[in-house]
């Protein structure tokens, strides 16, 4: 079993659709929790960044994390076509030299008008 | 102001030839990060510089992969006797530092490497 779980899909959506993507994992020392956008051909560039258990809002962005199951989600409010992407979850420790974070293998996003 | 820059944006190589492969981090970063992205498989990370501190080569696959970074800046990733299982897309990262303030990671666009 991978530390970090994350289905590939893709998930198919209308625009305006409210989208879930979510990651479990199963190492409790993971503190730090992060979300990445993808474009084809380009590098992973960061969307949200939460510490511990707790919500956080962007704009039409929202990370969720439940420590207690181990479970993390990004809502998507309103999305667009521009939000199709891979969307890769990630996720540290908090000391010991942990800073090196392990990623989901990212979730392909598909937003159709 | 200029991002991460990595250069070449694609390489194709006979397999058994050595690559190298080089990363621009941004300026004042002292974290730099290596990693290999397969398809469908994820970031798999390679190998992290921090300042002057000995790089954490826990990642690297084999001892064909190395890396080394010049003056605090730029990175070279070096394979040696390619494989075509090397293959990927090859991800550098810098950051501000290791902190939890500082660890936002900003990604170069990568090199797409193709064994033959």
């Known amino acids: 079993q991978k530390e970090v779980e994350q289905d590939p899909g893709p998930l198919s959506v209308p625009e305006g659709a409210i989208v879930s993507l979510n990651c479990t994992y199963s190492n409790s020392a993971f503190q730090y929790f992060m979300w990445y956008r993808q474009y084809s051909r380009k590098g992973p560039e960061l969307l949200m960044y939460?510490?511990?258990?707790g919500n956080k809002e962007d704009g039409r962005f929202t990370a969720q994390v439940d420590k207690s199951s181990k479970y993390i989600s990004l809502f998507i409010r309103d999305s667009q076509p521009s939000d199709s992407a891979t969307y890769l979850c990630a996720m540290r420790g908090s000391s010991g030299g942990s800073y090196i974070p392990t990623f989901g293998r990212g979730t392909s996003l598909i937003v159709h008008p | 102001g200029a991002g991460v820059s990595q250069s070449p944006s694609n390489k194709v190589t006979e397999k058994g030839k050595d690559v190298e492969l080089r990363c621009d981090p941004i300026?004042?970063?002292?974290?730099l990060y290596w990693y290999r992205q397969s398809l469908g498989q994820g970031l798999e990370f390679l190998i992290y510089f921090q300042g002057n501190s000995a790089p954490d080569k826990s990642g690297l696959p084999s001892d064909r992969f190395s890396a080394e970074r010049t003056g605090g800046s730029v990175s070279t990733l070096t394979i040696q006797r390619t494989q075509q299982e090397d293959s990927a897309v090859y991800l550098c990262a810098s950051s501000l530092g290791p902190g939890p303030q500082d660890d936002e990671q900003f990604f170069g666009p990568g090199t797409r490497l193709t064994v033959l």
């Open positions: 939460t510490y511990s258990s």
């Open positions: 300026s004042g970063h002292t974290a």
